[in-house]
Nanobody, 114 residues
Framework: VQLQASGGGLVQAGGSLTLSCAAS????????MSWYRQAAGKQRELVAA???????NYADSVKGRFTISRDNAKNTAYLQMNSLKPDDTAVYYC?????????YGQGTLVTVSS
């Protein structure tokens, strides 16, 4: 199983980035996909999740700014991040979960400058 996250980088506050998570080795369409993040010195936290059926949920801190989506034909999940804030600076990890299977990708760094 491989979850390849990409799209991180350096952006100014107020800017936008789109993260991608390309999955292989799993039946992507049945997995719930999530994005987590971990800032320096803090615990990993759930940012957004999308179920296999397409329902979504978001951390309060990103509601209205971030959008999670998935393309089952491309085995890829996305996180569109708008109105970025310095507090969004973190390593972002994608996660695939189905029953007892739980996989994380390697992470992509997002740095938001003020």
């Amino acid at each position: 199983v491989q979850l390849q996250a990409s799209g991180g980088g350096l952006v100014q506050a107020g800017g936008s980035l789109t993260l991608s998570c390309a999955a292989s080795g799993i039946t992507f369409s049945i997995y719930a996909m999530s994005w987590y993040r971990q800032a320096a010195g803090k615990q990993r936290e759930l940012v957004a999740a999308i179920a296999s059926g397409g329902s979504t949920n978001y951390a309060d801190s990103v509601k209205g700014r971030f959008t999670i989506s998935r393309d089952n034909a491309k085995n890829t999940a996305y996180l569109q991040m708008n109105s970025l804030k310095p507090d969004d600076t973190a390593v972002y990890y994608c996660n695939a979960r189905y029953l007892n299977a739980n996989w994380y990708g390697q992470g992509t760094l997002v740095t938001v400058s003020s």
